[in-house]
């Protein structure tokens, strides 16, 4: 892809910002708030040019869109249902010409080199223009609009504006193409609605893959028509030994279109052959033993393996990823394959290597643990690092020695990355196994550089894991994601001259008003400065 030329690039335009006085004070009681800075954004935008007049949201205000777009319709559509109930202006969207209020505009000269996901948002006296090539960039300006005018915008009763946008000029295009999230729905079950939501808060940090970790020992959450007892048995509890539940085809069909609307790839994953005790439970046949172990309901991880010897073991797995390909539009299909410890190594290798062509004869490209790479990673494939810095060299030096012969790497380091780590020993949820993971440490480390030796375009982008072990609900879930969600996604998207974390500790403080706003609990981290506490 050719890379835009850039504008200013934002640490400079960091200073610019204040000395045109657009700084973080609260402003004087009756003076009407200063416009958030343009480059006040997670994830800080590529280039910013500050200047000229702000624009003002009114109520005769119009969004624009081109004609001939379903896709910009809808995301316009999309942004009109966020702002009006804030705002109580009708917003209307419409295709006739003009060149005020928001406008939308695909394809065309200003969209030059902004690729896949890039967009240009310019701001002045008379519009808000947002520009792109494709409709994900589109979708991404808009997320940046928002970030823009005042918090109170996401709340969903009748504020008082007024709903200023500074003016001038971001340029902005993601640094990955790969900016994950995982959510683990096996150890406990998360309703389409949950999942739904969970997509919404994703999207609003350009993240756009989500990881469905689907299933574990403690539960199998997704139907497969060919194995029922997967889902209606190995999917009727979960940790703790609570209900469970599954997705049906349609629920995972309207999560895979709700994710598209957001423009997220879902990425489905069946862990193997580890992790699997659930599926050994619901059939006695996939078991060595031919005997079917209970259902669990513990924590404890590396203790199943589907039996490795058995040819029923291969006409499983071919049917569950058969099925799962066929209700799966992205390319790619997570194999699992961590934590083998009741599998010996021949017979990991030998499940591995048996398994990984089943993926490509479905038309997918394989995703697995990083463990992957001690069998033999298929051409394409990527292996998703999670070790971390007490990780053994030996170990490191295998995944390294595998970029070099063309597997590339998903990064979500478990002492940076891993959502589910407690903040500091007080936190009330999560786990500590791999340390307590500060919101200053999951920002603060450099994705390209973070393995020596990797070539330069193996990473093909970072990931966030929500293990789900101690989460019963979306506000534990959200507890633990925000704010350390935003700094992995910025991780993702922003170039590496953007991160400073003094700067960026200012810049995710002033999400802190909009999680309020939209009914998200966070953690107060004492190392941020949040705003209005
Ligand atoms: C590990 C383990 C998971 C746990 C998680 C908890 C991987 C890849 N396997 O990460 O089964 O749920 O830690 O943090």
């Not at 390909?325 to 083998?340: F, N, W």
């Not at 048996?354 to 992957?372: D, F, S």
Request: glycine content about 12%; overall charge positive; hydrophobic content about 40%.
């Amino acid at each position: 892809m050719r890379r835009p030329r850039l504008l200013i690039p934002l640490l400079l335009v960091a200073a610019a910002g204040t000395a045109t006085g657009a700084s973080a004070a609260a402003p004087a009681p009756g003076a009407p708030a200063a416009a958030t800075p343009l480059d006040r954004v997670v994830p800080a935008p590529a280039a910013v040019r500050p200047g000229g007049a702000a624009f003002t949201l009114g109520s005769g205000t119009r969004i624009r869109v081109p004609a001939g777009s379903g896709e910009a319709r809808r995301i316009a559509g999309y942004l009109a249902g966020l702002l009006r109930p804030s705002t109580g202006f009708p917003l209307p969207v419409t295709t006739r010409g003009g060149a005020d209020g928001i406008v939308f505009r695909l394809g065309g000269r200003d969209a030059r080199g902004l690729g896949e996901e890039g967009y240009r948002l310019t701001s002045g006296g008379r519009a808000v223009t947002i520009s792109a090539a494709r409709p994900a960039g589109l979708f991404h300006g808009m997320q940046t609009l928002r970030q823009l005018l005042p918090a109170a915008v996401e709340k969903r009763s009748r504020q008082p504006g007024p709903w200023r946008v500074a003016g001038g000029t971001i340029l902005d295009t993601p640094r990955y193409a790969y900016r994950g999230a995982m959510l683990d729905v096996s150890r406990h079950f998360f309703t389409v609605e949950q999942v739904k939501r969970y997509i919404d808060q994703l999207a609003q940090y350009k993240v756009n893959k989500l990881h469905l970790h689907l299933s574990d020992d403690q539960g199998w959450r997704i139907a497969i028509d060919s194995w029922p007892r997967l889902a209606r048995y190995g999917g009727s509890t979960q940790v703790g030994g609570g209900r469970g539940g599954h997705y049906s085809k349609a629920d995972y069909r309207e999560i895979v279109r709700y994710a598209a609307s957001r423009y997220l790839t879902v990425i489905p994953e069946i862990d193997m052959p580890g992790h699997t005790n659930a599926a050994l439970a619901s059939y006695a046949d996939l078991n060595c033993d031919g005997k079917a172990p209970p259902l669990y309901t513990g924590t404890k991880v590396g203790f199943s393996s589907l039996c490795v010897s058995k040819k029923l073991t291969y006409q499983f797995v071919d049917d569950v990823l058969r099925e799962l390909a066929a209700l799966t539009p992205g390319r790619y299909l997570h194999i699992g394959g961590d934590e083998t410890h009741a599998t010996s190594h021949p017979d990991y290798v030998t499940f591995m290597d048996t398994v990984q062509p089943l993926v490509a004869k479905y038309g997918k490209t394989v995703v697995g643990w990083h463990e992957l790479t001690g069998a033999h990673p298929v051409k394409g494939a990527i292996a998703q690092y999670w070790g971390r810095d007490k990780t053994g060299a030996a170990e490191r030096q295998r995944v390294v020695d595998a970029t070099q012969h063309g597997t590339r790497l998903v990064l979500s380091p478990a002492d940076r990355a891993y959502l589910d780590m407690k903040y500091d020993k007080d936190t009330p949820l999560g786990l500590e196994w791999a340390g307590y993971v500060s919101v200053r440490r999951s920002y603060d480390w450099d994705p390209g550089s973070y393995l020596a030796g990797v070539p330069a375009g193996a990473v093909l982008g970072v990931e966030a894991p929500m293990w789900a072990e101690t989460l019963g609900s979306s506000a534990n879930l959200e507890y633990l994601a925000f704010p350390r969600l935003a700094g992995i996604a910025e991780l993702g998207w922003s170039p590496a001259r953007t991160h400073d974390w003094d700067a960026y500790r200012v810049r995710l403080a002033a999400q802190g008003p909009r999680w309020d706003a939209q009914g998200i609990d966070y953690y107060r981290a004492p190392e941020v400065p949040w705003v209005g506490r």
